[in-house]
């Protein structure tokens, strides 16, 4: 549940999720779940010559399974609270 | 997500409900394109799309091909992407051509990959840096 609460305070920020398969996508988060699927918004492709199929697509529903890095902004989050969140998390484990 | 989504769901869900009914493009683990209308889903991203199509693309070549109604598997989805009706859905230099020529250039696009893996083999034992 901690990275799902972590990508919960990134909704509205600008990301760029890699997948899998090397496609590189950025956009603004828009949602998260409990499985870590990804919504994103205004998406753009980052090699988009290499992925002509993309090029009309502006939204997408991204399966958690299939990420490999979502990069955020540095100043995304606090980086000492998600510090404690995940020692409080470890402790109750 | 076993239930329908109520209102206070609707803010922060990764439903795909809102692309119900919507053209999209699937993008599947073998690298495969499908287009259609999402008529279906469920919690595991399986998806039902109507009037689904392959788009197969080799270079500046590409090819609807027709399959018609589909049920995928979720674990073979990689994205769902909503298509943008107002945008071309692809660069306009792309040139649309028959099924059988789509399939030739397929094989002589894996050929080609083939003759440069074995050509690369062949060039091992040379210990080149």
């Given at each position: 549940?901690?990275?799902?609460?972590?990508?919960?305070?990134?909704?509205?920020?600008?990301?760029?999720?890699?997948?899998?398969?090397?496609?590189?996508?950025?956009?603004?988060?828009h949602?998260?779940?409990?499985?870590?699927?990804?919504?994103?918004?205004n998406?753009?492709?980052?090699?988009q010559?290499?992925?002509?199929?993309?090029?009309s697509?502006r939204?997408?529903?991204?399966?958690?399974?299939?990420?490999?890095?979502?990069?955020?902004?540095?100043?995304?989050v606090?980086?000492?609270?998600?510090?404690?969140?995940?020692?409080?998390?470890?402790?109750?484990? | 997500?076993?239930?329908?989504?109520?209102p206070?769901?609707?803010?922060?869900?990764?439903?795909?409900?809102?692309?119900?009914?919507?053209k999209?493009?699937?993008?599947l683990?073998?690298?495969?394109?499908?287009?259609?209308?999402?008529?279906?889903?469920?919690?595991?991203?399986?998806?039902?799309?109507?009037?689904?199509?392959?788009?197969?693309?080799v270079?500046?070549?590409?090819?609807?091909?027709?399959?018609?109604?589909?049920?995928?598997?979720?674990?073979?989805?990689?994205?769902?992407?909503?298509?943008?009706?107002?945008?071309?859905?692809?660069?306009?230099?792309?040139?649309?051509?028959?099924?059988?020529?789509?399939?030739?250039?397929?094989?002589?696009?894996?050929?080609?990959?083939?003759?440069?893996?074995?050509?690369?083999?062949?060039?091992e034992?040379?210990d080149?840096?």
């Amino acid at each position: 549940m901690l990275f799902f609460s972590y990508f919960k305070e990134l909704v509205g920020k600008e990301v760029t999720v890699e997948l899998k398969n090397d496609l590189e996508i950025r956009g603004t988060l828009h949602s998260v779940d409990q499985y870590l699927n990804i919504k994103l918004e205004n998406t753009r492709v980052v090699d988009q010559d290499k992925y002509p199929h993309m090029l009309s697509v502006r939204n997408c529903f991204i399966r958690g399974s299939v990420v490999r890095y979502v990069q955020l902004p540095p100043d995304g989050v606090d980086i000492d609270i998600l510090h404690d969140a995940t020692r409080r998390e470890a402790r109750g484990a | 997500m076993s239930s329908w989504a109520g209102p206070e769901d609707v803010f922060l869900s990764t439903s795909l409900a809102s692309y119900l009914d919507k053209k999209l493009l699937v993008l599947l683990r073998d690298g495969r394109k499908l287009l259609g209308i999402l008529r279906s889903f469920d919690q595991f991203a399986n998806a039902v799309l109507e009037g689904a199509c392959e788009r197969v693309i080799v270079g500046d070549l590409y090819c609807d091909i027709p399959l018609g109604l589909y049920v995928i598997r979720g674990e073979n989805v990689v994205l769902i992407g909503e298509l943008d009706l107002e945008k071309e859905e692809l660069p306009a230099h792309m040139i649309s051509v028959s099924a059988t020529e789509i399939r030739r250039a397929q094989k002589a696009e894996r050929d080609a990959t083939d003759l440069k893996g074995s050509m690369r083999k062949r060039m091992e034992f040379l210990d080149l840096d």
